[in-house]
């Protein structure tokens, strides 16, 4: 009797691992080349036009590689490394070989309250220091909350600087009330100044960057090649993960809608759908726990361009997202078992690049 619980167990234990993972075939006709070693979480990371790169390590380390050498960048803002925050993305500006301009996501004590938020700052490199540092946006309030603070930036085809702020850990507050921070993508100009024709702008108390709201946690961010939209990725609920086209002013629905349940399966809401909230491009059941984003417009991947690649958390791969009339048709698991794929870019010389936890970032190869 005790041998036959025993396999009973065995089985149920194999039934619930594979209804866990996703089916997502695995790509085994590419491997990697690691480009940068003992990285701990490289939140984001950037080109610089010789050819080195600005990476940021969560902890609050920004890091300069060249010629196969770090050197740590002195200067940096105070940066809170709570829970799911600390330094986190780095872009540089359209016209950086001109105006030198970098921009860096953080999660910054500054201001009243324990805690921190989100804040968005631009500053320059000098001798491996930054300087004329500028503090564009800092969320409020400051919180002791670890959870959801996004957040990726991108430049739009306009000069228009995006970046996102998840809910912080506060569903049923900042989401859906334009007139506090969390749970938006915000739109500023290069300045950190509100564009004139934001959406809320004249709206009574209203966060004026806001630009839609409605999410949970955004932590992919990318603009797409040939239409210039702006695409986002949830770090949804338990089975709501989701690909959404960002548009002016729209509603995502968190937590009012979704397709996902809390994390212990019980139910937030009944509702998938509702009149004046934006549906998801795609979702993912079961959730994948996405990080990073990059589509794919280069020569040296010529029968994937217009592809989009995805990080998972949860399942440790980069997921490669076949689209075909604005729908998802396919996905391909590459890198697989390698790590919690953090952040991904397609480099200059148009090769993918993905930083992976506690390994580093590497280059994806054909084999």
């Known amino acids: 009797m005790k041998i036959n619980n025993y396999f009973i167990l065995v089985f149920a234990f194999i039934g619930f691992i594979s209804c866990a993972q996703d089916k997502n075939p695995i790509n085994n006709d590419h491997g990697y080349e690691v480009v940068v070693s003992d990285l701990t979480i490289p939140w984001g990371f950037t080109f610089l036009p010789d050819g080195s790169m600005l990476i940021n390590e969560k902890e609050g380390k920004m890091i300069h590689f060249k010629d196969g050498n770090k050197t740590e960048v002195q200067g940096l803002p105070e940066i809170s490394n709570r829970g799911q ?94 007139t506090r921070d969390g749970g938006k993508v915000y739109r500023v100009n290069e300045d950190g100044t509100i564009p004139a024709d934001n959406p809320f702008l004249n709206q009574a108390n209203a966060k ?26 949830e770090h949804g609920p338990k089975g709501g993960d989701e690909i959404n086209i960002i548009k002016k002013g729209a509603n995502y629905g968190w937590p009012v809608i979704s397709y996902g349940v809390n994390y212990n399966g019980t139910s937030f809401t009944d509702l998938t759908e509702k009149e004046g909230m934006e549906q998801p491009l795609h979702y993912w059941d079961p959730s994948i726990a996405p990080s990073g984003m990059a589509f794919i417009s280069s020569d040296v991947y010529p029968e994937w361009k217009g592809d989009l690649l995805v990080g998972s958390l949860k399942f440790n791969y980069m997921d490669k997202v076949v689209l075909k009339d604005g729908k998802v048709v396919k996905e391909e698991r590459f890198l697989d078992g390698l790590g919690r794929v953090r952040t991904i870019n397609q480099g200059p010389d148009g090769y993918i690049y993905v930083g992976i936890e506690n390994l580093g970032i590497v280059k994806l190869l054909s084999k």
């Open 85 to 178: 925050g600390g330094l986190m993305d780095i872009v540089l500006h359209p016209n950086y070989k001109d105006n030198g301009w970098i921009y860096i996501t953080y999660a910054s004590p500054e201001g009243e309250g324990r805690g921190g938020n989100t804040a968005l700052m631009r500053a320059k490199l000098e001798n491996m220091a930054l300087t004329n540092k500028e503090l564009l946006y800092k969320a409020t309030p400051n919180t002791t909350k670890g959870q959801h603070f996004g957040s990726r930036i991108v430049f739009d085809n306009d000069g228009y600087l995006y970046f996102t702020i998840g809910d912080r850990g506060d569903r049923d507050v900042n989401p859906q009330d334009i």
């Open 208 to 233: 004026k960057a806001i630009y839609s709201y409605g999410h949970r946690n955004p932590q992919g961010m990318v603009l797409h090649p040939e239409t210039g939209e702006v695409w986002t990725h």
